[in-house]
C-alpha cells in the first residue's frame, strides 16, 4: 500500500494535513488536483503547470481512452511523459463521464458498454479493464470503477448501484493486487464509497469497503446539482465514516467555501473543474469573493486581481489589461486567468495545511469566508 | 536621437551587428520582434514573454487604437504596463491596417479616414497624430504615418504614394520634436522608404528622408505577395540605399531564408506574424525545415519538434504529445507551439548575431540553409 502518514489533526476538529508517497513523488494532504482531462491542464504548458507546483494532478481516463488512445499513451511513453508533468498523476476510472452518456451507454453486472462522443465506436468499460488501463497509463492512484446515480434517487436504485458498485471495487483491487504482484505497475488503488445522502446506504458500504487493502477512500456521488447547504451535511456526514488512518478524497468538489467544509470534516484530497473551467468564462476567484472580468468596471481599473496573491498573473497584470485581453479574446487571457484561479486554489490549500500544521484551522477558515464575503 | 553602434560589419558582406538604446533597454541587432497585435504576443502571457527574451516587441496601433482605446491605454498606465512588457516597444503607424481595408477607408493629403472593423465607428489617422498617438502610449520606437500601395502598381500610383508619404513623414518628425521637446516622450521615429520594386523610385525617396533627423529606416512595401526571387532582389536593392549609420528595419518579413538574405544586405531590425499566426495553425519551424504537427507521421512520435532547439517545448513535449494536444483543440498546443517558434526565430537572430561579431556570416547561413533543405 501506498504509504500515508498523518502529521497533525487539528486539535479541536477533524481537520488533518499528512502526506501520502506515491512513485512520482510525495503528495502533502490536504492537496487540491488540477483538472487534466486529456492530457493537459486546459491552457497551462507543462512548464507552468511546474511552476505552480500542484501535489497531485488528474486526468480523465475517459477522454485519454478515446484520444490519443491507451495505445498510443504507452508507445508515447505513458502519461506523464504525454503531459510533460513529473509529478503525482490520479486518474479517475471513467465511469463517471460514461454515467453522464445518457442514451448511448448500456450497463450490466460485468461492466458499462458505450460509443464514443468523438467517433460513435463502441468502447467498454470493465471493473479489472479500468484499473489495468490505469496502470498502462502508469498513473500513482487509479480509481476503481464505480456506478454514479444522479441526485436526488430512490432508495433502490441508490441501494442496487452500492452494491453493484461494492463488487466492481472488489474485483478491480484485484486485478491491481495482480498487476502490483508482477511489477507491471506500482501505483495505488482508491475505492470510492457512494450511497448518495443515506447515511446507513454510505456506512454500510464503508464498512465493506475498508480494511480489504485500498490505498485510499473517495466520497463519490456528491457535488451533482444538490444545494450548498445539502453538500455540506453529506460531507459532514459521509467523511468521517472513511477509514481514519487512509487518505479521503471528495471527488469533484469544489468553490473554496466547500473545501474548507471539508477539510474541516477531515478530507484530504480534492479535486474541481471549478478554477480552470471558470477561467475560460472569465470568472475570477479571489480573497475577496469571484469577480467577473469582463464587467465594464473593471475597464480602467489599474489594480491587480487579488491584492493578497502573488501569482505571475497578478504581479504583472492590471484588471483592465486582463479585461481588455478578454474582450479582445485572446488566448493569453485564458492562460493568465487560469494562472491566477489555480494559485487561489492551491495557495488556498497551502495556507490551510499551515494552519492545521499549526493547530489553528478553524480560525484559518473564518478569516478566509469572512474576507470572500466582503465584495 | 536615439544613440545606435554598429559593432561588426562581416568583412566580406554587408551583415552587421549592432545596439539601439531605447528608453526601455537596449537592442542588440540584428534583431526579430514577436508581434504583440492587440496588447499581447497571442499565447504569451507576460511571463512567457519574458522568458523567450526578445530584443523589442512589436505592436500595432491600428488594433490598439480601436481597443482599448488611447486614453484607455494612458488610464492603465501605457502600454508597457498593460502589455506586462518592461522592455522596448515598436508600434506601427497603423497605416499598413487601414489600407487593406479597401472600401472602409477614405485618402486624402491630410491623412485617412476609416471605419472600426469592430464596431463601424469613424476614425482618422493623420502624419502627426499617429505619431502622437503612439507617444501616449509610451513606445520605444514610432513609426511615421505611409501609404501603402499594393503589388504589382502602376509606376505613377508608386510615385504619388511615395510622395504623399514623404510630406507625411517630415510633418510625423515635426510632431515627434515637438513632443520631445516638452520633455512628453522620449522615443524615436522611423521613416518608411517606399516605391515598390523601383530602385529610382526608392532612391529617390530614401535620399530625401536621410538627414532629416530619422532615428532609424524602413523598408516598405514588400513581402506584400511577391515571389521569393522578386522579394530577395528587392531587399539587396533598397537596403544598401538606406543610410548606414541608422537602423534599418525591414517590416512584415519573413520566413528564415527572407531574414538570412535580408541580414547579408544589411538589415537590422524585423517583425512578422509568421511564428505566432503558424503556431495556431500547426505549422512549426525547425532547424530542418517546417513541418506540419497534425500529419498523421507525428502521432506515435516520442522526438521532440527540433533535436537542435532547447526551448521549453522541446525540453519536455514530444511530438506525438504535441498532435494530440493540437487535434484535441487544447489552448496549450498554441502555447507550446508559440513558445517553440518564437524561440527557433529568436534563436536563429542571435546565433547570427554571434555569427557576424565571429566574421562568419556566409558560412553561419548556408548552414542554417542547408539543414533547412534536409526534410
Same mark, same amino acid.
Given at each position: 500500500?501506498?504509504?500515508?502518514?498523518?502529521?497533525?489533526?487539528?486539535?479541536?476538529?477533524?481537520?488533518?494535513?499528512?502526506? %501520502?508517497?506515491?512513485?512520482?513523488?510525495?503528495?502533502?494532504?490536504?492537496?487540491?488536483?488540477?483538472?487534466?482531462?486529456?492530457?493537459?491542464?486546459?491552457?497551462?504548458?507543462?512548464?507552468?503547470?511546474?511552476?505552480?507546483?500542484?501535489?497531485?494532478?488528474?486526468?480523465?481516463?475517459?477522454?485519454?481512452?478515446?484520444?490519443?488512445?491507451?495505445?498510443?499513451?504507452?508507445?508515447?511513453?505513458?502519461?506523464?511523459?504525454?503531459?510533460?508533468?513529473?509529478?503525482?498523476?490520479?486518474?479517475?476510472?471513467?465511469?463517471?463521464?460514461?454515467?453522464?452518456?445518457?442514451?448511448?451507454?448500456?450497463?450490466?453486472?460485468?461492466?458499462?458498454?458505450?460509443?464514443?462522443?468523438?467517433?460513435?465506436?463502441?468502447?467498454?468499460?470493465?471493473?479489472?479493464?479500468?484499473?489495468?488501463?490505469?496502470?498502462?497509463?502508469?498513473?500513482?492512484?487509479?480509481?476503481?470503477?464505480?456506478?454514479?446515480?444522479?441526485?436526488?434517487? #430512490?432508495?433502490?436504485?441508490?441501494?442496487?448501484?452500492?452494491?453493484?458498485?461494492?463488487?466492481?471495487?472488489?474485483?478491480?483491487?484485484?486485478?491491481?493486487?495482480?498487476?502490483?504482484?508482477?511489477?507491471?505497475?506500482?501505483?495505488?488503488?482508491?475505492?470510492?464509497?457512494?450511497?448518495?445522502?443515506?447515511?446507513?446506504?454510505?456506512?454500510?458500504?464503508?464498512?465493506?469497503?475498508?480494511?480489504?487493502?485500498?490505498?485510499?477512500?473517495?466520497?463519490?456521488?456528491?457535488?451533482?446539482?444538490?444545494?450548498?447547504?445539502?453538500?455540506?451535511?453529506?460531507?459532514?456526514?459521509?467523511?468521517?465514516?472513511?477509514?481514519?488512518?487512509?487518505?479521503?478524497? %471528495?471527488?469533484?468538489?469544489?468553490?473554496?467555501?466547500?473545501?474548507?467544509?471539508?477539510?474541516?470534516?477531515?478530507?484530504?484530497?480534492?479535486?474541481?473543474?471549478?478554477?480552470?473551467?471558470?477561467?475560460?468564462?472569465?470568472?475570477?476567484?479571489?480573497?475577496?469573493? #469571484?469577480?467577473?472580468?469582463?464587467?465594464?468596471?473593471?475597464?480602467?481599473?489599474?489594480?491587480?486581481?487579488?491584492? #493578497?496573491?502573488?501569482?505571475?498573473?497578478?504581479?504583472?497584470?492590471?484588471?483592465?489589461?486582463?479585461?481588455?485581453?478578454?474582450?479582445?479574446?485572446?488566448?493569453?487571457?485564458?492562460?493568465?486567468?487560469?494562472?491566477?484561479?489555480?494559485?487561489?486554489?492551491?495557495?488556498?490549500?497551502?495556507?490551510?495545511?499551515?494552519?492545521?500544521?499549526?493547530?489553528?484551522?478553524?480560525?484559518?477558515?473564518?478569516?478566509?469566508?469572512?474576507?470572500?464575503?466582503?465584495?
Amino acid at each position: 500500500m501506498l504509504p500515508f502518514r498523518i502529521h497533525r489533526v487539528e486539535p479541536s476538529g477533524k481537520a488533518r494535513a499528512g502526506e %501520502l508517497v506515491t512513485p512520482h513523488g510525495i503528495v502533502r494532504t490536504p492537496a487540491f488536483m488540477p483538472v487534466g482531462t486529456a492530457g493537459t491542464v486546459k491552457g497551462m504548458a507543462a512548464w507552468e503547470l511546474a511552476g505552480l507546483a500542484p501535489e497531485m494532478v488528474l486526468a480523465n481516463t475517459y477522454h485519454l481512452v478515446l484520444r490519443p488512445g491507451v495505445e498510443r499513451i504507452e508507445r508515447l511513453g505513458g502519461l506523464h511523459r504525454l503531459m510533460g508533468w513529473p509529478g503525482p498523476i490520479l486518474t479517475d476510472s471513467g465511469g463517471y463521464q460514461v454515467f453522464s452518456l445518457a442514451g448511448r451507454r448500456r450497463l450490466d453486472d460485468e461492466g458499462v458498454t458505450f460509443r464514443s462522443h468523438l467517433d460513435g465506436d463502441e468502447h467498454r468499460l470493465t471493473p479489472a479493464g479500468v484499473i489495468s488501463t490505469q496502470a498502462r497509463f502508469g498513473v500513482d492512484v487509479a480509481m476503481v470503477l464505480d456506478e454514479c446515480v444522479p441526485y436526488p434517487s #430512490e432508495p433502490g436504485v441508490v441501494a442496487r448501484s452500492v452494491e453493484r458498485s461494492m463488487a466492481w471495487a472488489g474485483t478491480g483491487l484485484n486485478e491491481a493486487e495482480r498487476l502490483r504482484a508482477t511489477g507491471e505497475w506500482q501505483g495505488g488503488v482508491f475505492a470510492i464509497q457512494q450511497g448518495g445522502v443515506d447515511e446507513a446506504q454510505r456506512r454500510g458500504c464503508t464498512e465493506r469497503l475498508a480494511g480489504l487493502g485500498f490505498d485510499g477512500f473517495a466520497i463519490g456521488g456528491l457535488a451533482v446539482g444538490e444545494p450548498t447547504e445539502v453538500l455540506h451535511e453529506a460531507i459532514a456526514m459521509a467523511a468521517p465514516l472513511l477509514p481514519e488512518d487512509r487518505p479521503r478524497y %471528495l471527488m469533484g468538489v469544489g468553490y473554496p467555501e466547500d473545501l474548507l467544509q471539508a477539510m474541516a470534516c477531515g478530507v484530504d484530497l480534492f479535486d474541481c473543474v471549478l478554477p480552470t473551467r471558470s477561467a475560460r468564462t472569465g470568472k475570477v476567484f479571489t480573497s475577496r469573493g #469571484e469577480l467577473v472580468i469582463k464587467n465594464a468596471c473593471h475597464a480602467d481599473d489599474d489594480s491587480p486581481l487579488d491584492p #493578497e496573491c502573488e501569482c505571475p498573473t497578478c504581479s504583472v497584470y492590471s484588471r483592465g489589461a486582463l479585461r481588455h485581453l478578454f474582450v479582445a479574446g485572446e488566448v493569453t487571457s485564458v492562460v493568465a486567468l487560469t494562472m491566477h484561479n489555480l494559485s487561489y486554489f492551491l495557495s488556498l490549500m497551502r495556507r490551510a495545511r499551515e494552519a492545521i500544521m499549526a493547530g489553528r484551522y478553524a480560525r484559518f477558515r473564518s478569516v478566509v469566508e469572512a474576507g470572500r464575503r466582503v465584495s
